[in-house]
């Protein structure tokens, strides 16, 4: 029997206390005895977390890591008391650098430090949970927990140097950036050893397995960044497609990716199988010296034949080239309706461009523009796995209190920073909230807790008339999806529909705009919170009569109704959860129980007590 590769990696992983319970629990479940070996052991506990991490019901993955999230932060993130003086001490000589002169750093000071330093490993963290239990991410169960239990213990990747620094409790950097390249080959050597251990006597695959993971993902990572484009501004190319369940068809998208440094996952050879098992595959190649199309610069992963499931391209975390939008949005008008989202993340990149060559130019951008740039009406979306560096680069170059009066359309003055300013003639306000805001800010279009962030959101919603069978079909006819959760919610004796209309003034805004000190806060505490401000719970009616209105809710966003929890089908007290994503316009739930910890960026939808 082949040992598999996590039991020569971790041989004390099978009879760890986890894998005992996993083991205990599939033999409770199927009323089979589990064999005593440590395959069969590994595989019983690779069983028991993909069906929490990776649950092939994305809203239940959702939920489930919506849960296991707070847990997760608490295990891994730096805690304040570890800070290292060195930390501050550096921080001291940066700004002594830049001119500054810093004595000592004042308590509030360290403290906000802290808390940056706290979100940027956070967001480094979500980045490996989002990749990993992705659909993106065709890895099977153990190697993706092989790759989560070495890289949250490592830091950032010294390229000077060539390897990762070991992350302690004292660490502040980020955890590592995901290449994806390097895991997909590592991937495809861990594949050959659990297949056949006879590999190992491969003289080159036991040298590259014997590694440890941080010292063969670095070596892999080096060789990947070294990989040269070659005629990078040649945009003249051919597009080949890869027939899905063709064997040989995956062996050529894989020769075809080798050695090429594009950073896709496909490039490892069980990952180029795995994705066209699922689906076709087309690559843009474009022409080498000799004129031969050889070169990938674009890749569109379908899910079966008609349905796209990713873009990439070869910028950093698979961004798409400028250069090549024109090339990608060609080939989308082929792929019809299915391309409508893809299609806005390519507007919006040509238009991010624009703007990019108008800064350059030194060429002074309209009040469109600035809309666009700080994301007024929408996000900025790409087809990259994280967001566009240029947005934010672009911020920098920009003085926002100039911007502000362009995009509101008004004069300086007629911002308000505070309730002293506000006046008939004020437009706009950005500051905190304040006692009874919305009654004195009620001629005022445009509301917001800082810029271009903390936008607060208010509109007026009629509810009541229809009962909750006909609320149902009227949004199956609208074409929005219902989770199970949701619709349990819709049926139970608590959710109730007003048999008259009646208009609802709602506020939407986020929990920090609440309480402006970027901490995580309960369900209680921020039901407590709003109350300060005016502000009630919502009928649970809002949830579905929300999504029926907002039919141009924006890709990505979450909205959570304010309202008392009704249980669902697992027996949990949720909230209704108004979303969009890639998967289509939803009406969802959300576990809110009192204790529930919700991140400074949720935002919930309240009523405006009248």
Not at 321 to 333: A, G, I
């Amino acid at each position: 029997m082949e040992k598999h590769p996590l039991h020569i990696k971790i041989p004390e992983l099978q009879t760890s206390p986890d894998v005992g319970k996993a083991v205990k629990r599939q033999e409770r479940l199927s009323g089979e005895r589990v064999p005593n070996d440590p395959s069969a052991r590994i595989e019983a506990y690779m069983d028991r977390l993909g069906n929490v991490f990776l649950h092939p019901d994305e809203k239940k993955r959702e939920r489930n890591l919506e849960m296991l999230r707070p847990k997760i932060y608490d295990a891994l993130l730096i805690k304040k008391q570890n800070f290292p003086e060195s930390y501050f001490e550096l921080q001291q000589r940066i700004a002594r650098e830049r001119g500054q002169a810093v004595e000592e750093i004042p308590p509030h000071v360290r403290d906000q430090m802290m808390d940056v330093a706290i979100e940027d490993q956070k967001a480094s963290l979500d980045a490996w949970i989002d990749y990993l239990t992705s659909n993106d991410a065709v890895y099977p169960t153990w190697f993706k927990y092989f790759v989560w239990r070495n890289i949250t213990k490592l830091s950032q990747f010294d390229k000077e140097r060539g390897e990762f620094k070991k992350r302690t409790d004292s660490t502040v950097a980020p955890f590592p950036d995901i290449y994806y390249e390097p895991l997909a080959q590592i991937a495809d050597l861990y594949e050959k050893v659990k297949a056949d251990n006879k590999q190992l006597k491969e003289a080159e695959v036991r040298e590259a397995f014997s590694k440890k993971f941080p010292a063969l993902y670095a070596e892999l990572i080096q060789k990947s960044l070294a990989a040269s484009l070659e005629r990078k501004e040649e945009t003249k190319g051919k597009w080949i497609k890869y027939d899905q369940n063709d064997e040989q068809a995956a062996e050529r998208l894989f020769s075809s990716l080798e050695g090429k440094g594009t950073g896709w996952c496909t490039a490892g050879r069980s990952t180029a199988r795995t994705q066209i098992d699922s689906g076709d595959f087309y690559v843009y190649y474009t022409n080498d010296k000799d004129g031969q199309p050889t070169q990938p610069r674009l890749a569109i992963r379908m899910e079966g034949t008609d349905k796209i499931g990713e873009v990439r391209g070869i910028l950093p975390h698979q961004g798409v080239e400028p250069l090549l939008q024109d090339v990608l949005d060609t080939k989308l008008e082929g792929f019809g309706k299915e391309a409508d989202t893809y299609r806005k993340k390519s507007a919006d990149m040509k238009q991010l461009t624009v703007i990019d060559e108008k800064s350059k130019a030194g060429t002074a951008l309209s009040k469109d523009d600035l809309i666009f740039l700080y994301e007024i009406h929408s996000k900025i979306e790409g087809f990259g796995y994280q967001r566009d560096p240029r947005i934010d680069e672009l911020r920098k170059t920009r003085n926002v209190e100039v911007d502000m009066p362009v995009i509101f359309d008004c004069e300086k003055k007629q911002i308000a920073r505070n309730p002293k300013e506000v006046n008939e003639f004020t437009k706009a306000y950005v500051g905190p909230l304040f006692k009874d805001i919305f009654q004195k800010l009620a001629h005022v279009e445009h509301v917001y807790t800082s810029f271009p962030d903390g936008k607060i959101t208010q509109q007026s919603l009629e509810i009541g008339g229809p009962t909750k069978d006909q609320l149902e079909q009227a949004l199956e006819r609208a074409g929005f999806k219902i989770s199970d959760y949701a619709r349990s919610m819709m049926k139970n004796k608590d959710f109730t529909t007003a048999k008259r209309k009646e208009q609802n003034d709602l506020v939407r805004l986020t929990v920090d705009a609440l309480f402006n000190d970027g901490k995580v806060h309960t369900t209680d505490e921020i039901y407590a919170k709003a109350k300060d401000f005016g502000l009630e719970l919502c009928p649970a009616e809002v949830g579905p009569h929300l999504r029926l209105s907002y039919q141009d809710q924006p890709l990505g966003e979450w909205v959570y109704i304010a309202m008392k929890q009704i249980t669902d089908s697992d027996r949990r007290p949720g909230v209704f959860l108004v979303a969009r994503d890639e998967g289509g316009s939803w009406l969802d739930d959300s576990w809110a129980i009192p204790g529930n910890e919700w991140d400074p960026e949720y935002r919930f939808v309240f009523r405006l007590r009248k």
